[in-house]
């Protein structure tokens, strides 16, 4: 017959062995999930390494990206923060050789790009980057990003807004290129693109620059390879993180591109001397 007192070991007993159990348990539900979020960390660092090295600020006369330089991380849901596009129609002209430089290098410029998500003005670096200055000037002045789609959104890596393609490809420009310009500018320190530079973008190879350009959201490390030509105002700096803020689609599987949830067209570019 068990005694009262081997009764108490035995339930003693019992009872350690559960508590075992469910120790050994949690410890391996614990390593389940720390192994789920290593793999997920690393996929979201080779994904940030692919954005960084892959060129992702190609543009004019080849794709700029392929898929494997696009963000890892699932595309967000927000809702588009934009209103329906002007009335009108993306203009195709192209040009053989750059514009004649017509602008005042000593005088004062400023762009404004009228969007479907609010204005965004821009103070341009003329006597530091003039030919990228005038070239802008020429073809806002010939309506050419006029109904143009800003066709990209990086959210990993690198955080800018690309805009300036009428194809909305990632590969279009206006027939001719500028040469890069101002790549030493007082504010790129580091390899670092603060939050409110707007760029030219390139192919990857020296004097490439056509229409496409970006806008920084967030403070970016890049190559100094990319011509600084402007810098975005306060307001503006709201409105472009109003977009960033919505997210980013997934990438598109025959260009590469990102493009921003928010519907993000430029109604109209002005280019005003002052």
């Known amino acids: 017959m068990v005694t009262q007192e081997q009764r108490k070991r035995q339930l003693a007993r019992e009872k350690f062995l559960r508590q075992q159990q469910r120790r050994t348990a949690a410890r391996r ?7 789920v979020i290593a793999s997920v960390l690393g996929v979201v660092l080779v994904g940030s390494l692919a954005l960084y090295t892959s060129g ?11 898929s494997e330089s696009t963000p890892s991380k699932e595309p967000s849901k927000a809702p588009d923060p934009c209103e329906k596009p002007a009335a009108g129609k993306v203009k195709t002209a192209t040009w053989k050789k750059e514009p004649a430089l017509t602008i005042d290098k000593s005088a004062t410029y400023s762009m404004e790009l009228a969007t479907t998500c609010g204005d965004i003005d821009i103070a341009l670096k003329t006597s530091a980057a003039p030919r990228t200055v005038n070239s802008f000037s020429f073809l806002a ?3 050419y990003f006029d109904h143009t789609k800003c066709h990209r959104l990086t959210a990993e890596g690198i955080y800018v807004l690309q805009c300036g393609d009428p194809t909305g490809s990632g590969s279009g420009g206006p027939g001719y ?8 500018d007082k504010s790129l320190k580091s390899n670092i693109y603060p939050a409110g530079t707007v760029a030219m973008a390139n192919t990857g190879q020296p004097n490439s ?8 959201y967030q403070d970016s490390q890049l190559p100094p390879s990319y011509t600084p030509f402007g810098t975005v105002s306060e307001s503006g700096m709201k409105v472009l993180k109003k977009i960033a803020a919505a ?9 590469g591109n990102t493009a921003p949830n928010a519907t993000v067209v430029i109604n109209k570019a002005t280019v005003t001397k002052s």
Do not use: C, H, Y
């Open 247 to 255: 997210g980013a689609q997934a990438a598109d599987p025959t260009t």
């Open 177 to 184: 290129t500028i040469p890069d310009e101002n790549l030493k």
């Open 141 to 143: 002045g010939k309506g």
């Open 56 to 66: 992702v600020l190609k543009d004019d006369d080849k794709t700029n990206t392929s």
């Open 209 to 216: 620059g056509g229409s496409q350009f970006f806008l920084v």
């Open 29 to 35: 539900k614990a390593r389940m999930r720390n192994s």
